[in-house]
């Protein structure tokens, strides 16, 4: 089974600043999609924003954005002018084009400080 | 405003009683999954469906759980006995498969927060 790790277990960072979130993931399937999942205190999973592996342009969404790095594996999330609603665990997932499982990493922990 | 809706979004019961928590996907997705969150395990898969019928419920314990879909509109997830080692937040996600793969993200529900006591 593909593995998505996560090795920041808490970040934080200052009203206004920009926070990295790291993502790593081991397949060896080489068309997949990767999300960045949000959940604030309320539970609800939000998706923040996806990737395509065949697409080589990082997606970006408003303030957030990845930088994705296939040969490395590496899916990191990069969040800009952070707000206080930005406060929340951010899961990194995988999925496989040719299937329907999601495979999530075990979450970062974001405060935002005023 | 389409939505995952979960039912009952909190639930205490007692150990060895019955519990049904149920989801209502959204409408013309076609594949449902259920997932178990923790502290210790994160975001783990119980099972999940598509066009109603389970494809994989090999992340569920067979002797006390049990998912289904009786309709396009209604998924449940029923523990019977529940223990307290059960007390978890359970969410359900919906998404839409085309051809060969999901076309879509997973749209989650709010999830139930489960308490046994």
């Known amino acids: 089974a593909q593995t998505v790790t996560q090795s920041q277990p808490e970040m934080s960072v200052q009203e206004a600043e920009t926070v990295t979130l790291s993502c790593t993931y081991d397949?060896?399937?080489?068309?997949?999609?990767l999300f960045w999942y949000k959940q604030p205190p309320s539970r609800q999973m939000i998706l923040v924003i996806r990737?395509?592996?065949?697409?080589?342009q990082n997606a970006t969404e408003n303030r957030f954005s990845v930088n994705f790095q296939k040969a490395a594996k590496s899916f990191s999330l990069k969040i800009s002018d952070s707000q206080l609603g930005d406060a929340a665990m951010y899961f990194c997932?995988?999925?496989?084009?040719?299937?329907?499982?999601?495979?999530f990493g075990t979450g970062t922990s974001l405060t935002v400080i005023p | 405003d389409a939505r995952v809706t979960q039912t009952p979004r909190h639930k205490v019961t007692e150990m060895g009683q019955e519990v049904t928590m149920r989801c209502q996907p959204i409408?013309?997705?076609?594949?449902v999954f259920w997932y178990r969150q923790t502290m210790m395990q994160g975001l783990e898969l119980l099972a999940y469906f598509r066009n109603r019928a389970p494809l994989d419920d090999s992340g569920m314990p067979k002797d006390r759980f049990s998912a289904e879909m009786p309709d396009a509109t209604l998924a449940t997830l029923k523990i019977q006995p529940s223990e307290p080692r059960d007390s978890a937040v359970y969410f359900c996600a919906s998404g839409l498969v085309t051809g060969e793969g999901m076309n879509t993200e997973a749209f989650f529900g709010q999830g139930t927060r489960l308490t046994v006591v």
């Open positions: 997932a995988y999925r496989s084009a040719h299937g329907n499982q999601f495979y």
């Open positions: 397949t060896s399937e080489s068309d997949y999609y």
């Open positions: 990737q395509e592996a065949y697409k080589q």
């Open positions: 409408l013309g997705h076609n594949t």
